[in-house]
């Protein structure tokens, strides 16, 4: 929409951002309810059929204060809750906000201020409490379902017409966008009762699938650290064999910053100061430790020797500038858009097929190539594995592209398995520091040891587990997106 001409007595409440009154959604609208069941969200609020709540902002002095997830509106995507969350707080802190915040399964949290995440939505799940979440993030709940259901609301809000509405209600409000209250005006449409139904059956069944490999993805790196240890596979086939108030209850209560470590003090020798590198963390003691100790079982490679080797393939993105960003509809992948493993289904920026074809031979995307943040904070480290839908993107500086040249010795599926290591992760956390005002590995992660089972057997179930999870996923992912979209 270019322009498009109304009447002052439009106006409403002295609101005077053109796509507030968009003439084309209103259009599309009206004509996508017709012969459907439509409410407005206030009216539906305001009626006791749906609560609506907002989180607290509890200070930065409790972060890091304990292990019960603190939710900000970076820990929401792909529909769900990140299995290992930035932030956590301590048990009396959550104590504080728990009655108020009353979060339960079946609830709704939806994104209300930031930028590009305003309407980004999940369903909280059983394995997700507790938890607290911030100001930033509405809380839905269905109270009463002779309506609309919690189901029928969730892929209401996920549905292109919807996300259209929350887009045109968007403002700036001091340095951040928000929807303010301007939620209570969104139109929910939904078919039928009993297509409906049918609808939301299958985002049941898709939902419990992604769940049941969520918790997988949570207690991997602990599962993975004691299968090193034990040359077995064993450790996995216990946790899926468990049932899932069982695995719960096992289930490890990691965020990101826990993987900074405790502090330690410790004595070293100055002739083993590397490059000038006076950063204590970057010679833990313990991590040398703990990778002998996984010499009996497995082989201890750095990555340069992977590389020097042939098995693994190193290479970074590209800065395309911003005047590149929102031209076409190809994904331009940034350090933000990938978690749990999986690249987001709706990522920040696009680009147009031009800029795409001018980049695309360089970074050489293909399925089975890993990425891996670089630059950040919190999310250095993290790794999202590509599928065949996910290779026509472009991929930005702050990622390392990773493929497997070898892969009867070191696959990608094993690969994955290795880098949610906790041994692993803790190297890239030792070897993290400050440039300028990023934290980087600059050229640290060749230095990263990598421990690979020795036996062949072991490598292979370890990385079918981690195949049977991405397929799993990502094919529930995509099912849950064409249920949004057809809803």
Not at 130 to 152: C, T
Not at 301 to 320: A, N, Y
Not at 397 to 408: N, Q, S, V
């Amino acid at each position: 929409m270019l322009s498009f001409a109304i009447s002052s007595k439009e106006i409403k409440d002295d609101i005077f951002i053109p796509k507030y009154y968009d003439t084309e959604l209103k259009r599309d609208l009206a004509a996508f309810n017709q012969g459907r069941r439509v409410f407005v969200l206030g009216d539906l609020i305001d009626s006791g059929i749906v609560e609506v709540k907002t989180g607290d902002e509890i200070g930065k002095m409790a972060y890091g204060t304990g292990d019960i997830p603190f939710v900000r509106t970076s820990d929401i995507s792909n529909w769900e809750i990140k299995a290992i969350p930035k932030q956590g707080v301590s048990y009396e802190i959550y104590k504080q906000y728990a009655q108020k915040q009353d979060v339960r399964p079946g609830d709704i949290l939806m994104v209300k201020d930031g930028s590009y995440l305003i309407g980004v939505t999940c369903l909280v799940q059983e394995m997700d409490l507790p938890i607290l979440y911030q100001s930033h993030i509405l809380k839905f709940r269905v109270i009463d379902d002779s309506l609309i259901s919690s189901e029928e609301l969730f892929l209401s809000l996920n549905s292109p017409i919807v996300q259209r509405q929350i887009r045109s209600f968007q403002f700036t409000a001091d340095i951040i966008d928000t929807i303010g209250n301007r939620y209570r005006e969104i139109v929910i449409s939904l078919p039928d009762e009993k297509t409906s139904q049918g609808i939301c059956e299958k985002l049941r069944i898709q939902q419990s699938t992604r769940v049941t490999n969520r918790m997988l993805i949570k207690q991997f790196p602990k599962l993975i650290e004691d299968s090193l240890a034990a040359e077995s596979a064993l450790p996995f086939h216990e946790f899926t064999s468990l049932s899932f108030e069982e695995a719960k209850r096992l289930l490890v209560a990691d965020t990101s910053a826990l993987e900074f470590g405790n502090a330690s003090t410790y004595v070293m020798s100055s002739s083993n100061v590397v490059d000038n590198i006076y950063i204590p963390k970057y010679y833990d003691p313990s991590i040398t430790s703990d990778l002998k100790r996984l010499s009996s079982t497995c082989d201890l490679f750095s990555v340069s020797d992977l590389i020097s080797k042939r098995i693994l393939e190193l290479s970074t993105g590209d800065e395309i500038g911003k005047m590149a960003y929102d031209t076409g509809d190809i994904p331009f992948i940034r350090t933000t858009d990938f978690s749990n493993w999986e690249l987001k289904h709706n990522v920040k920026q696009c680009v147009s097929q031009e800029i795409y074809d001018e980049y695309k031979d360089g970074e050489d995307v293909m399925s089975g190539d890993i990425l891996l943040v670089r630059d950040g904070s919190y999310l250095i480290g993290s790794t999202c594995l590509l599928t065949d839908k996910d290779t026509r993107i472009l991929f930005c500086g702050g990622l390392i592209k990773i493929r497997c040249l070898d892969r009867e010795y070191l696959n990608e599926n094993l690969l994955m398995a290795l880098l949610n290591s906790y041994i692993v992760k803790r190297q890239i956390r030792a070897k993290q520091f400050t440039r300028d005002i990023i934290d980087t590995l600059g050229n640290r992660f060749p230095e990263v040891i990598l421990p690979v089972p020795r036996k062949k057997s072991v490598r292979d179930q370890i990385a079918n587990t981690v195949r049977e999870i991405m397929s799993a996923r990502v094919s529930a992912r995509e099912t849950i997106r064409s249920l949004a979209e057809s809803f």
